[in-house]
């Protein structure tokens, strides 16, 4: 099955920064790339998503690039603000479910 | 348009009790999944179904889980004879569409379950 791996497990930044955070995956079948946003306490929401027929896509202060040859992809966000501190998942899907990385805790510090 | 609603958000079950977690989908979706979330861990995948079958159930234990989605109501996951091990957050979410000869859709979640057990 699929095998995603995420790094960094944390990540501090000071306000107005630049995250990264990357993820491998392991089945090349695998062709839809979502990230998720979960706050302390609350559901993981989808943030940006990426398809296997697109290099990078981007929304606002956020950005996601895919190497599909290196199977590996990363989540950018520009300008970070106190609100974004949260942890983030990525996550792969091939056949019929998504195989989640175990996740980076980001802290902004303001 | 409620979103995924699971309930109850918080669940306390003596050890050896049955747990019964509800989860209904978004109107229209007709994919449900379940994961199980441990402090400070991922997601974990635990079993896929549509209405009135399991597609894949190959993150669930063998014993003492269970899950089904039957034609009218929510869909369940069953957990019996629970132990403290079983203590995590479970989440809900459900899609439009799978992977398999379709479009990609990403999935929306619930805000789960948190079981306890004492």
């Known amino acids: 099955g699929e095998n995603v791996e995420q790094h960094p497990s944390t990540l501090s930044v000071q306000e107005g920064d630049s995250a990264v955070i990357k993820c491998t995956y392991s089945?090349?079948?695998?062709?839809?790339f979502p990230w998720y946003k979960q706050e302390l306490g609350k559901r993981p929401q989808l943030i940006i998503d990426?398809?296997?027929?697109?290099g990078e896509k981007k929304d606002q202060r956020i950005a996601v690039t895919l190497n599909k040859t290196a199977k590996h992809f990363s989540l950018h966000i520009t300008e970070t603000q106190p609100e974004d501190s949260a942890v983030y998942f990525c996550?792969?899907?091939?056949?019929?479910?998504?195989?989640f990385g175990k996740g980076t805790m980001l802290l902004v510090s303001p | 348009n409620a979103g995924v609603m699971q309930n109850p958000r918080h669940l306390v079950r003596r050890r050896g009790q049955e747990a019964r977690l509800r989860c209904s989908p978004m109107?229209?979706?007709?994919?449900v999944y379940w994961y199980r979330q441990l402090p400070e861990e991922g997601l974990k995948f635990m079993v896929y179904?549509?209405?009135?079958?399991?597609?894949?159930e190959s993150g669930m234990p063998k014993e003492r889980f269970s899950a089904e989605f039957p034609k009218e109501g929510p869909s369940i996951l069953r957990i019996q004879q629970v132990v403290r091990g079983d203590s995590a957050a479970y989440f809900c979410?459900?899609?439009?569409?799978?992977?398999?000869?379709?479009?990609?859709?990403?999935?929306?979640f619930g805000s789960g379950t948190r079981l306890t057990v004492v």
């Open positions: 979410a459900s899609s439009l569409q799978t992977g398999t000869g379709g479009i990609n859709y990403g999935y929306t």
């Open positions: 089945d090349s079948a695998s062709n839809y």
């Open positions: 990426i398809r296997s027929n697109v």
């Open positions: 996550a792969a899907r091939g056949y019929s479910t998504l195989t």
């Open positions: 109107k229209g979706h007709s994919h």
């Open positions: 179904l549509q209405k009135e079958n399991i597609i894949d």
